[in-house]
T-cell receptor, first 115, second 112 residues
Framework: KAGVTQTPRYLIKTRGQQVTLSCSPI?????VSWYQQTPGQGLQFLFE???????NKGNFPGRFSGRQFSNSRSEMNVSTLELGDSALYLC??????????????FGPGTRLTVL | GNSVTQMEGPVTLSEEAFLTINCTYT??????LFWYVQYPGEGLQLLLK?????DKGSNKGFEATYRKETTSFHLEKGSVQVSDSAVYFC???????????FGIGTKLQVIP
């Protein structure tokens, strides 16, 4: 079974630009979660989508948004980029069903550098 | 709210030494517990998990036991190798559509 894929793997943008990252979950998984990872801050939860609906949201400004498509693929968008947005962005997929054991599986991440 | 506490490190060990990375958690109910490992330049990989009290997760020589009485899930390995050098994350999933909570990550350096 193919794993979680993320594209692109690397991005370089300048302040003020916007960026869109993509995540394709494991086949059959309906939940996709996004995390921002920076040195010293660890993994910061951005949001989770399940069946095209945002189910959970972290404490990030409105510049960070996401969506999920009917095939469970997800995108996240960051508008008006700031230097502090430089990070590794990870997505994780899972079955997302409550009441049963669930496990998140991670993609390789997208390394975003803002200049 | 839910939280996971682990030391940030780095933890530096000689090859073949015994490893313990402590993880304690705060959560209501009965969360599932996980250890993930991240090698340089990669995403997180699931290392092991336990879904109920007294369960022991194990994989690749690593073990962790779900201790509800001490709210802990310490990671152990009897003999580490240089290839085990990575960052290790403890995490809990409270279930019921709530988000997964991760610890800060512990960097392990194994020297020959």
């Amino acid at each position: 079974k193919a794993g979680v894929t993320q594209t692109p793997r690397y991005l370089i943008k300048t302040r003020g630009q916007q960026v869109t990252l993509s995540c394709s979950p494991i086949s059959g998984h309906r939940s996709v979660s996004w995390y921002q990872q920076t040195p010293g801050q660890g993994l910061q939860f951005l949001f989770e989508y399940f069946s095209e609906t945002q189910r959970n949201k972290g404490n990030f400004p409105g510049r960070f948004s996401g969506r999920q498509f009917s095939n469970s693929r997800s995108e996240m968008n960051v508008s008006t980029l700031e230097l502090g947005d430089s990070a590794l962005y990870l997505c994780a997929s899972s079955r997302g069903l409550a009441g049963e054991e669930d496990t998140q599986y991670f993609g390789p991440g997208t390394r975003l550098t803002v200049l | 709210g839910n939280s996971v506490t682990q030391m940030e490190g780095p933890v530096t060990l000689s090859e073949e030494a015994f490893l313990t990375i402590n993880c304690t958690y705060t959560a209501t109910g009965y969360p599932s517990l996980f250890w993930y490992v991240q090698y340089p330049g990669e995403g997180l990989q699931l290392l092991l998990k336990a879904t109920k009290a007294d369960d022991k997760g194990s994989n690749k020589g690593f073990e962790a036991t779900y201790r509800k009485e001490t709210t802990s899930f310490h990671l152990e390995k009897g003999s580490v190798q240089v290839s085990d050098s990575a960052v290790y994350f403890c995490a809990l999933d409270p279930g019921g559509y709530q988000k997964v909570t991760f610890g800060i990550g512990t960097k392990l350096q194994v020297i020959p």
